[in-house]
């Protein structure tokens, strides 16, 4: 597959670096935006983004990939003018992304605490007319906590170590400092505070407005949070079941999806998506 | 005045990602080249290289940082990658960052494997650097073991179920997978031979290796003149996710009697 690549700096202080990928002729599909998951450069966790960027090109879809301002390979403005600047700064790669490739709409990509910024920026700018959204928060609603619940008891039978497993339970109840995995994500949360629910409902109604699609990809890191189909409708009761939004689980899956195949499995999940969008 | 240019270096196919970060007027004859880690500690490792970068810059010394083909942004599919492609686009780097710069000489310092590829490509190029700094270099078999050979996976070929889909990875040679970076197994093989333990310094050219293990130690090739250790913490000497101050201010320390 031949996918034209050129390095592009852009913002008002030239600041923000990216790479544009391009196919290899010119159509009028939308183009995709990736930008940095967390602290992570613009090529994402394990090439992710490099990897997803040019097999999209290959079929037509334009992209950037970029490093918002202070990560990666992007500098901090010397005059930061900006209340939010990383979300100014993805709508200069919109911007950017639209002005090089000649397409008037995009479709932004995140992962973890990106997909923060994708359902806040899809929420007031009008060229996003679609959003993918990697490990995005999830909200357990009774019924969830009731399949935690007997998943992991049908595990621990299957396993037979029932009695470890009781006493590692009540050991985290009674002493859940001494759990590592427990502080480690208390780490987290506490750098990416979780927001109530009906913010998030308003975000994602904002990133579904207008007609525009939103593909959640939940994978085996909010599998205690996201374990039923629908379950973001019964969280969510206001996000309407019409909606264009389509919810899909890698339970095999790890958060950066370190295994080619689970890229693989995420490609082919994109593809189908807009292969629907397309129908429509 | 530091100068910093993204670019894409070399021909389509080939092309590196780099950044320059240029001194002007420049204040010293010698440039550092930085050469990457591979794999999960390359893009873990970024943040250091940019921060070690800007401190060099600062300090009046141009400095190029790039990603080899087959990783990082540069072209090329991992599965594809070749060794002495890496070895070619370090000289290939190093004379881009002579000409862009006007310094006659530089400095390579190399992180991670990136030092293993570094020392490799100093023995054979015609121009090579006045002075090597090998940061944490993969200095034995074990050493090798534990970093590449034991998180290594095989790669399941994908039974085109949906053809209409692109395929993100194909390849006619046996490939293995480490924390979802897919090298062929020669390149593996290749990377084995590249320890310290099996290459000497090179002769005529200042080499010093920063190591926080003792492994090298009682090696008859690599005297205690040519090997440095970190005292530091666990947590100081790592390599990714975090940038050590500390750390940068060491290695800046190694290069600041360069011309």
Not at chain 2, 101 to 111: E, I
Request: proline share 6%.
């Amino acid at each position: 597959v031949s996918v034209n690549e050129s390095c592009v700096v852009f913002g008002p202080e030239r600041n923000l670096v990216g790479t544009l990928a391009m196919p290899e002729r010119r159509t009028d599909l939308p183009a995709f935006v990736f930008f940095n998951p967390g602290f992570t450069g613009r090529i994402g966790p394990t090439r992710l983004y490099v990897r997803l960027a040019r097999a999209l090109a290959g079929i037509g879809f334009p992209s950037l990939r970029f490093d918002l301002s202070g990560l990666g390979d992007s500098r901090r403005p010397v005059n930061p003018g900006d209340v939010e600047p990383h979300l100014a700064d993805i709508r200069r790669g919109i911007d950017e992304v639209l002005r090089l490739s000649g397409s008037s709409r995009c479709i932004l990509v995140g992962l973890c605490s990106a997909t923060d910024q994708c359902l806040k920026v899809a929420g007031i700018d009008d060229r996003v007319i679609g959003s993918v959204l990697l490990d995005a928060f999830a909200y357990r609603t009774p019924r969830a906590l009731r399949v935690h619940f007997w998943n992991r008891v049908r595990k621990t039978l299957l396993s037979g170590n029932l009695f470890a497993t009781a006493w590692r339970m009540l050991h985290r109840r009674l002493r859940p400092e001494a759990e590592p995995a427990a502080a480690a994500n208390d780490i987290w949360l506490e750098l990416r505070p979780k927001p109530p629910a009906p913010v998030f409902s308003s975000w994602l109604a904002g990133a579904l407005r207008n007609d525009a699609g939103v593909l959640m990809v939940y994978t085996s890191y909010s599998v205690g949070y996201h374990n039923y189909r629908d379950q973001i409708y019964d969280a969510h009761p206001e996000i309407p079941r019409q909606a264009d939004l389509r919810v899909c689980r890698l339970p095999h899956a790890d958060h950066v999806f370190s295994r080619v195949e689970w890229q693989q499995d995420l490609l082919d999940i994109i593809v189908d998506w807009l292969n629907r969008a397309r129908a429509k | 005045m530091q100068l910093i240019s993204a670019s894409r270096i070399g021909v389509p196919g080939k092309a590196l990602f780099g950044v320059c970060h240029l001194d002007r007027p420049a204040r010293h004859s010698t440039a550092v080249l930085l050469c990457n880690p591979l794999g999960v500690d390359g893009v873990g490792a970024h943040r250091t290289l940019v921060v070690l970068a800007e401190a060099l810059s600062q300090a009046g010394r141009s400095t190029l940082r790039f990603d080899y083909r087959y990783t990082g942004d540069s072209d090329g599919r991992c599965e594809e990658a070749r060794l002495e492609h890496w070895l070619d686009d370090i000289c290939d780097a190093d004379a881009h960052l002579r000409a862009i710069s006007g310094c006659a000489d530089t400095a390579w310092v190399g992180l991670g494997a990136g030092a293993n590829l570094a020392l490799a490509a100093a023995m054979r190029t015609g121009s090579p650097p006045v002075s090597l700094l090998l940061w944490e270099p993969i200095e034995t078999a074990a050493d090798f073991a534990a970093e590449f050979r034991a998180p290594s996976q095989p790669v399941r070929q994908r039974k085109s179920a949906k053809a209409e889909h692109p395929v993100l990875f194909q390849s006619a040679e046996p490939v293995r997978q480490i924390h979802g970076f897919p090298l062929p197994v020669h390149v593996l093989d290749g990377l084995e031979t590249l320890t310290l333990e099996r290459q000497s310094p090179p002769p005529g050219l200042r080499s010093l290796v920063l190591s926080s293990r003792s492994t090298l130690s009682g090696h008859s090739r690599w005297t205690r003149r040519e090997i440095e250790f970190w005292r530091t913490t666990a947590d100081e000497f790592s390599i990714s996710r975090t940038v050590s101050r500390k750390l940068i201010a060491t290695v800046m320390d190694q290069l600041r009697d360069l011309p």
